[in-house]
Nanobody, 114 residues
């Protein structure tokens, strides 16, 4: 079982990025899947999650700017990030919610310049 996040990069404040997470080695359709981030010197924090039936939930920090979606047939979920702010700079990772089913894979760096 492997989790792989991709799509990060360097953008200016106000810009957008779309992150993708792929889960290989097992079907994930039965779980709620989530996005998390860790900024330098800080603990990993919850960003967004989406249930099997595609009900989303967001942290207050990203609500209204980020959109989470999933494609169960592809074992893939996404995070569309709009109106990015410098405080969104972090390594973004993906996993189930709660994070008890899979080991963490490699995250993807998002850097937002002011």
């Amino acid at each position: 079982v492997q989790l792989q996040a991709s799509g990060g990069g360097l953008v200016q404040a106000g810009g957008s990025l779309r992150l993708t997470c792929e889960l290989s080695g097992t079907p994930f359709a039965i779980y709620t899947m989530g996005w998390y981030r860790q900024a330098p010197g800080k603990q990993r924090e919850f960003v967004a999650r989406i249930t099997q039936r595609r009900t989303p939930e967001y942290s207050d920090a990203v609500k209204g700017r980020f959109t989470v979606s999933r494609d169960n047939a592809k074992n893939t979920w996404y995070l569309q990030m709009n109106n990015l702010k410098p405080e969104d700079t972090a390594v973004y990772s993906c996993n189930s919610f709660p994070t008890i089913y899979y080991s963490w894979g490699q995250g993807t760096q998002v850097t937002v310049s002011s």
